[in-house]
Every structure is written in C-alpha cells, then in structure tokens.
C-alpha cells in the first residue's frame, strides 16, 4: 500500500476478513510458520467480524528479535539529535494522519470518536515531547571531597518487549515505543490481540517515516502463545508492559530468573474518588459532580485510573448521590458520549458483575443488568452506565476490577475513615479528592496508597511527571526521566582530582 489511506482501507474493502501483517525489519509480512492459529477480532459497535490476528509463533518472535538485535548495533550510536529528528517525523506523520488513526481506534475499541482523537493528540505528544527531551538531558556529576570526580554515564538498555492492553491501544503502545526509541533501545512491540488495527497502522507510518528497519517491530497475537514467548526470551533485556495484575505476575514469574532483565510493570486498578461536604457548596458543587462523573464513566469506565470507587461524607450522602445520578444520566449516553465495551468478553464479565450486584440486593440508581448477548449477534456490546449504592465493602464488586461503566457508592463519617476505605484495596493506582479544604488536600492526599492523586481534577497528565502504582497496581515509574530509567543502564564513572 502506498498511503495510510490505501491500507487502512484494504481492511474494510474485503468480503473476508483479512488477516493484519507483523511488522518486522521494515516489512510488513505475515506470519511464516504453518502452525500459526488466528484470533478474529470483531467491531464492538456492530459485533461484526473486521478482521484476523495471527498469532505470532516462537520462530516468528525470534526472527523480529534478531532484526532488533541487529538495529540496536546502529541505532544505539545514533546520535541524539538524528534520533531526535525521526521521533518527530513520527509525530509529524501522525498528525497529518489524525483522523484516520481516531476514526479506526474508535471502530476497533468501540470508543467514540471523540475520545479516539483525544488518544490520538496524546500519541502525538509522546513522540513530540520523547524528540525534544533527549536533546536537554544532563547528567549528574559530583566531586567527592577533592579526591575524586564521579559522573553517571547513560547506555541504551537493549532490545525491549513492548507490550500493551486494549484500552486505549495507540496512546499506551506510543507511550512505551516513543522513550523506547528516544533513549536508544530497539524494540519487539506487541499491541492487544482484542485490538491491533492502529499499531498495524503504526507499521505502515514507521515505513513512510523512514524509521531504520529493525528499530521498532511489530508481532501482533495473544497473550500465552506470543507475548509470553516473547517476554521470556533470553535474548530480550528488558520489558515494559501494561495490562492486568494477573499477567504482571504471570510475567514476574517467567522472568524471575532472569535477574538483568528490566521490568517495568504498569497494572491494574480500582481507584477510590473521595468527596468531602466542603466539596458540595454552591461554588464547587457542579466542578466535584463533573469529576466524579469523567472519573467514573470517561471512556466507558476503561481507563486503568477511572475511579470506580465513590466516597461520599454521609451529611451530604443522599444529595450527591442523587445529584450524581442525574447528572450522568444526562451527560454519558450509549452511542453519543459513551462508546461500546470492548468485547463479547469483556460485556460478559462486566454482565456477570452486575448480575452479581442484583444478586446482592445492591440498588440500581442507574442501569441494569444488560441482556445476554450471543457470540454472533450483531447488536454490538454496548452496556449503559450504572450507578450503584448499598453495596457491602467486602462484595467483589467493590474489590475486584471491573473495568466497565459501573461505579458504586458508599458513605463515610470521618476523615480517618475516608482514608482507611480508599486504601483498602489490593491496588494503589490512582485516586481522587474533592475538598476545598486546602490542609485537608496535603493531609490526605500525602495518606492515600496511589501512585497518582488528583485533588479537584482528573487525568492531568504532564509526560515527566513520574506514572506508575503502588500496591499490586505495579512496580517502577514512567514519563520523563522515569522512562530513561527503564530504557538505559548507568554507570558511575570515578576519576581522581
Ligand atoms: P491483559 O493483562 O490481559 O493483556 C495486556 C497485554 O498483555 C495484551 O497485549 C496481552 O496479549 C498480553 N499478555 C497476556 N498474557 C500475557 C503473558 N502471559 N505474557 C505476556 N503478555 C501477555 O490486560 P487487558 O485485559 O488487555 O487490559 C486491561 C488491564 O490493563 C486492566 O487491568 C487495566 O487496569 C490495565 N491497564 C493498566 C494501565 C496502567 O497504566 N497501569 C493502563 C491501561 C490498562
């Protein structure tokens, strides 16, 4: 295909769906081996088949390593500045193509197109923001009491397996591929078998941009066959994944062994949203219910730091729930502001957990348990967004992700108790205050077990601010000179005085 047009449309224009092509050493090609099996993907919106995922064998994976392997020699002793000028080709690229890449991220995740070109300027960035941080580095030096002279000196940390979720699948594949090239390394990327169109699309702009073959490969297939052959090899020296706890450990495991190996682990979460009386004034009131309400539903509730978990002080209890619910009833509406859930999967589990809600007598302020769905019904999986109360703090519905449009929530009477509720979870990825209580802010802000904590706001993000959980929620920080930690290994150099 000469343009990104052309091969996105290749996708659309076949009675069979056809089958997405790695991207390995520049080349677009599929995969060789005869015992490749295949996943159809299908369009949440429709439930139709779009296309088919070969899932990438252990003979394709080593051959996309070697190719990286091979790229690393050069691409390491690139200097920063040409490094610097293909990050932003990339970025440059993406934004003439922004459209195209929001209008298939939303066919293919089941987002709205609103959200889509949200992700797709914040893929933009991660290359734009890596292309001009590398070119500002400093490096530390010290003089230890006239004896001596020690300074850090930074190398690319090698070939990386980069593997993403299905949430938000162009953004977070970026967000690793961008620091990934930037400080040096090469990478082995593999997106969610539930959603590879825009990282094919990605292959497609790396070989218009120019991008020396082998610097960045693509393997698309599923998590047992391809990405865990894949974070096991021996000759990949580090990982940076994000996705679930479940298969942070498995990962964890299947390289423990392996002690050089980097690892950086981006995983799940069930964030608590905390709202104070002094939050529900006249002045703050519409800004705390708007919060609460982006948090809990932008997206269709699957963003890792949407918080699913309200804390309401009981004086203002029953009107910030009846608030709340009014207000969601009118801002996120199947099909306009609120896309459809990922999968057939995925609408079962979320099914099943508000099957158990109503099996639990929890009140459904709004929603319900949506309808079963067969595999083949073309209705598409979409589920309106619930509102929950009365629901017990031990019920999996408040401990377990869900990661769907489903929120509950409960009361609370002190300060102490607001923060021993947010912090009783197994996760510590995000969380979110609403007071106006200024030494209320630092006080339990500096309590809560989150990696990340928004007082009055939600989902700013400033790319060199460090990104990362506590808690079974992940371990090491992204973003700015966090994500060189990842990427490169240090020295520290002693020179006499
Ligand atoms: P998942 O863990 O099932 O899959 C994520 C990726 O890992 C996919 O590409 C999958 O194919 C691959 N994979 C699965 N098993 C593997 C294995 N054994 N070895 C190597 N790779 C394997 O997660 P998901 O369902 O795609 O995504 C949802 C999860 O991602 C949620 O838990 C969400 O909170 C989390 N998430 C976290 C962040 C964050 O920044 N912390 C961001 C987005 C999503």
Redesign the pocket.
């Known amino acids: 295909c000469d343009t990104l047009e052309k091969a996105a449309s290749f996708v659309r224009a076949r009675r069979t769906p056809i089958c997405l092509p790695n991207y390995v050493a520049g080349e677009l090609k599929l995969p060789s081996s005869t015992s490749t099996a295949f996943i159809d993907s299908h369009e949440p919106k429709t439930g139709a088949l779009l296309y088919r995922v070969p899932c990438a064998q252990p003979e394709d994976i080593d051959e996309a390593i070697r190719h990286a392997k091979l790229a690393f020699q050069t691409w390491s002793k690139t200097s920063r500045a040409e490094r610097s000028r293909h990050l932003r080709r990339v970025s440059e690229l993406l934004q003439e193509h922004r459209e195209l890449f929001a209008v298939w991220e939303s066919i293919d995740q089941g987002k709205t197109l609103e959200r889509a070109r949200i992700e797709v300027d914040r893929a933009i960035s991660n290359f734009s923001y890596f292309s001009t941080y590398i070119l500002h580095e400093q490096t530390a030096a010290r003089v230890v009491d006239g004896v001596a002279l020690t300074y850090e000196h930074r190398s690319p940390a090698g070939v990386f397996a980069l593997?993403?979720?299905?949430?938000?699948p162009l953004y977070?594949l970026t967000w690793k591929i961008a620091p990934c090239m930037a400080f040096g390394c090469t990478a082995v990327a593999?997106?969610?078998?539930?959603t590879s169109m825009t990282a094919y699309l990605l292959g497609v702009l790396f070989q218009k941009a120019g991008i020396p073959a082998g610097v960045v490969n693509i393997v698309l297939g599923?998590?047992?066959t391809?990405?865990?052959a894949?974070?096991a090899s021996p000759s990949i020296d580090g990982v940076s994944?994000?996705?679930?706890?479940?298969?942070g450990i498995?990962?964890r495991r299947?390289t423990a062994h392996q002690i050089r190996k980097h690892l950086s682990l981006?995983?799940?979460?069930k964030n608590p949203t905390m709202v104070f009386a002094d939050s529900m004034g006249p002045v703050t009131r519409d800004r705390t219910i708007r919060i609460a309400g982006s948090a809990a539903f932008e997206n269709q509730g699957e963003?890792?730091l949407c918080g699913s978990r309200i804390y309401v002080e009981r004086s203002i209890y029953s009107d910030f729930v009846r608030q709340f619910t009014e207000y969601v009833r009118e801002k996120y509406v199947l099909g306009k502001t609120v896309g459809a859930v990922a999968s057939w999967q995925h609408y079962n589990k979320i099914r099943g957990y508000l099957q158990l809600a109503a099996e639990e007598n929890a009140t459904f302020n709004l929603g319900s348990v949506p309808a079963p769905l067969d595999k083949d019904d073309n209705r598409g999986y979409w589920i309106a967004p619930v509102v929950l109360t009365d629901v017990a703090p031990s019920s999996r519905l408040q401990r377990d992700?869900i990661?769907g449009p489903v929120v509950t929530i409960s009361p609370f009477d002190t300060e102490e108790e607001a923060v021993r509720l947010a912090n009783d979870s197994e996760y510590g990825?995000a969380a979110v205050l609403l007071t106006t209580d200024g030494a209320r802010m630092r006080r339990v802000g500096e309590q809560v077990e989150a990696g990340l904590v928004w007082v009055n706001c939600w989902l700013v993000r400033e790319l060199g601010t460090p990104?990362?959980?506590m808690k079974n929620?992940?371990t090491g920080r992204e973003g700015g000179e966090y994500s060189r930690d990842v990427f490169t290994v240090v020295r520290t150099l002693h020179l006499p005085a």
């Open positions: 593997i993403s979720p299905w949430n938000m977070l593999k997106p969610s078998e539930i599923d998590g047992q391809t990405g865990a894949l974070v994944f994000t996705g679930g706890t479940q298969t498995a990962i299947s981006e995983l799940g979460g963003i890792c992700e990661f990825l990104f990362g959980g929620s992940g």
